[in-house]
């Protein structure tokens, strides 16, 4: 697998996201089991994920990588630049259905904390997520995120409105967390 490993967890590699990883981006993003469980997202064909792709490889300030396990691509991960006023930024977290509940993701995401807080200087880090995705909120809870609020019928999917559940961790709540406990 190309990619240069930027990060590694206890269970998984953090690589730069190359050319050659567009088909799994874009059949990732597409799959029914995994986009459902995001906020209204429209079909992207390759063409659109390898401009994104390309736009994000370019960005100075954007993280964006893809969640090996055993050199096989398992999702991916990132966050936008922080914002200059409060230092906070959003991750964002896909994983293939194939590596649900295996952890995978709790570990991309504690390692991508940690590189924000230890790294970036960011002060705080959001994530947010349906709350019909049990999967996603219990990775934000498992890792000492605390649920700052749920916003009701702020998504829509499935030809309903659902609520979104907002996360977030300071980087002081983070150095003092018993990571342990995961």
Known sequence: MAGATFLRGERVELRTVEREHVDFLRDLINDPEVWTHLNNRPPINGVSEEEYVEQQAAGEDSVNLLISVDGEPAGTIGFNPATPVDGSVELGLLVAPAFWNEGYGTDAARTVTTYAFEERRVHRVVAKAVTENVGSCRIWETLGFR????????????????????????????????????
Request: net charge negative; proline share 3%; aromatic share 16%.
């Open 147 to 182: 649920e700052e609020g749920v916003f009701p019928e702020a998504g829509y999917h499935g030809g309903e409105y659902v609520d979104v559940a907002q996360y977030a961790v300071l980087e002081d709540e983070w150095e003092h967390y018993d990571r342990s406990l995961d």
